[in-house]
């Protein structure tokens, strides 16, 4: 059995989640502020830009089951305040990099940074330390990191506008080392409270038993085929609803309250008794994701009609986000969660990182982006079968 849980100390929440506001905020938001300006000014061209970008990504998912081991052997404070060091670093080699190949290194380095201080780790910290409460922290946690792209996007905007790019990500490397290696260093734990031994009435908590489960595949195909279909669908909702009719504008609000509609969602989620099996909320946000998606396409307006849905294809995602973070402590106990839970969400973290490119690929193979709405309800559904047995 998990040992007791640390009290609230509301102080070391605030702490972890004003890290994830500024590591999201500079190491992931800004790059999506600044592609367009990064291209313009190198002559790179934009889809080569964010490929680099996404390939940092990338790193950070094959990274993750390293940093989860580490986690969870070591505890949170240097892998945490190290990863903030390294990503500062990489920072700074992408805004003096000369040509693309340095920028793709730098991102490299600052993708592998990502999986040591972004919501992989973080989950992995409140997991261990609040064990049976670890859902309202992980609520809280992520409703900070949700005002990453609220707080940063104006910012980076603004250094832009005010200087050149490279400027501003030497700015924007500065902020994150003055800001989260303290903050990691001081607040975080040095290391764990050693658990109990486990007994014979456990299940086997070891990385290698618990990957080649049934459940553990389940889980995985279920989890992946859910991220795939909302990021195909919510990442491309401008081109989806230009192609329904809507204008440029009402599209980009649409796509601003699906944002405003994951923050619904996380407050949804942690509102929700949680006594049902722990396959039972992955099944209802991937059926969910079925009925939002599917919806999003058949509908061909008005416009209020299609934001509305919009709003509630959001709320499905960000209460998924909450689904995934507690899935491996839900099923396997917080004993080895960071080792697990990095093998569990590297391809997860794939799909995102490839997410801006599947809708477009997928409405290029469907034939348009109404289409390609409607596949990806069919993925999601297929997900909702898978999750039964997860």
Partial sequence: MDA??????????????????????????????????????????????????????????????????????HGPRAIMTLGSAVGSAGLAIVAMAPDPVWFGMGWLVAGSAQAAVLYQAAFTVLARRYRTRRRGAMTALTLAGGLASTVFAPIVAALLTATDWRTAFLLLAAVLAVTTIPLHWFTLEPTWQPLPAATDDDPDHRLGT?????????????TVF?????????????????????????????????????????????????????????????GLSAVA?????????????????????????????????????????????????GVFAAPVTVVAALGPALGPLAATAAGGYTAMALAAAVVALCAAGAARLS
Avoid: C
């Fill in 226 to 286: 859910v991220a795939a279909s909302l990021y195909m669908v919510t990442l491309a909702i401008i081109p989806l609803f230009l192609e329904k009719g809507l204008d440029y504008t009402m599209s980009a609000w649409a796509l601003g309250l699906l944002g405003a509609g994951q923050v619904i969602g996380r407050l949804i989620y942690v509102a929700i008794p949680h006594t049902a099996a722990p396959w039972v909320p992955l099944a209802a946000t991937a």
């Fill in 210 to 222: 618990v990957v080649r489960t049934r459940r553990f595949l389940a889980l995985t195909i279920s």
């Fill in 293 to 341: 998606l599917a919806l999003l396409a058949v509908i061909p307006g008005p416009a209020w009609l299609l934001i509305a849905v919009a709003v509630a294809a959001g709320a499905v995602r960000g209460a998924q986000t909450l689904v995934q973070g507690s899935a491996v402590a839900e099923r396997w106990g917080t004993r080895s969660y960071g080792a697990i839970n």
């Fill in 4 to 73: 007791a849980p640390e009290p609230w100390q509301p102080w070391r929440l605030a702490a972890l989640s004003i890290g994830q506001v500024i590591s999201w905020g500079i190491l992931f938001y800004a790059m999506i502020v600044a592609a367009p300006v990064v291209a313009e000014d190198t002559g790179w061209p934009l889809a080569l830009v964010t490929t680099l970008f996404s390939a940092g990504l990338i790193a950070s998912a094959l990274v993750g089951v390293p940093v989860g081991r580490r986690l969870d052997r």
